[in-house]
């Protein structure tokens, strides 16, 4: 069953601490993204690794990094979370190709106090 | 930047209506436009995209249109049924890997 998964799927963190938010897929997607939504804005590309180590950044890096080390996990990482980084985050994986249907992961949802 | 825009923002119909969702973009270099549905506290799922060098793309009930000229994408939508209630985005990419969303358009379908 292809799929993205997400964890943690909530989480509720204190500004200043820092978080860790895991993505995987099992389709050997070679893309990988992390996208933050908020209440009518619609999604925000936050980063993009096009492969393992090949990381870049999307339209709202500040405040955010990322990590890939295998294929089928794409981290990201927030060093000091601030409470304007409240949002859901959502991870998707796509082949190669550079206009390829993306698959979405469920979200994480994430409080910072 | 590639600025994507949907109207209306949100609709409400009764099952069985049509409806159209519009869509405009900005940089005429976008190539593919692939157009997702999230259902409530869902992940969002594709549905349908239609390239730059198409005009109309239909599968089931959805029919989407491209005029590459004005830079403007219509979803439309027959017989709706309240599975279909969700929000629908617009999406417009440069082949870059860096696809830009709209802001979504709510549909509501009562039974």
């Known amino acids: 069953d292809m799929k993205v998964t997400q964890m943690p799927r909530y989480l509720i963190k204190r500004m200043g601490e820092n978080v860790l938010l895991e993505c995987g897929q099992d389709m050997s997607h070679e893309t990988m993204y992390w996208y933050r939504q908020d209440p009518g804005l619609g999604l925000q590309l936050i980063y993009i690794?096009?492969?393992?180590?090949?990381?870049s950044e999307g339209d709202i890096p500040k405040g955010y990094r990322v990590s890939r080390k295998k294929r089928e996990h794409f981290s990201l990482i927030l060093d000091s979370a601030k409470t304007n980084q409240t949002s859901v985050y959502f991870c998707?994986?796509?082949?190669?190709?550079?206009?390829?249907?993306?698959?979405f992961g469920p979200g994480t949802r994430l409080t910072v106090l | 930047g590639e600025q994507v825009e949907q109207l209306p923002s949100s609709l409400i119909v009764q099952e069985g209506a049509s409806v159209l969702i519009n869509c405009s973009y900005t940089d005429s270099a976008s190539v593919y436009f692939p157009w997702y549905k999230q259902e409530p506290g869902k992940r969002l799922q594709f549905i349908i995209d239609?390239?730059?060098?198409?005009e109309r793309k239909q599968t089931q009930r959805l029919t989407l249109l491209f005029d590459k000229k004005t830079k403007h994408l219509s979803l439309h939508i027959t017989a709706t049924q309240p599975g279909d209630s969700a929000i629908y985005f617009c999406?417009?990419?440069?082949?870059?890997?860096?696809?830009?969303f709209g802001k979504g358009t709510s549909l509501v379908v009562h039974p």
């Open positions: 239609i390239r730059s060098n198409m």
């Open positions: 998707a994986s796509s082949l190669r190709d550079r206009d390829s249907e993306q698959f």
């Open positions: 999406s417009a990419s440069l082949g870059n890997y860096k696809p830009t």
């Open positions: 690794s096009y492969d393992v180590d090949s990381n």
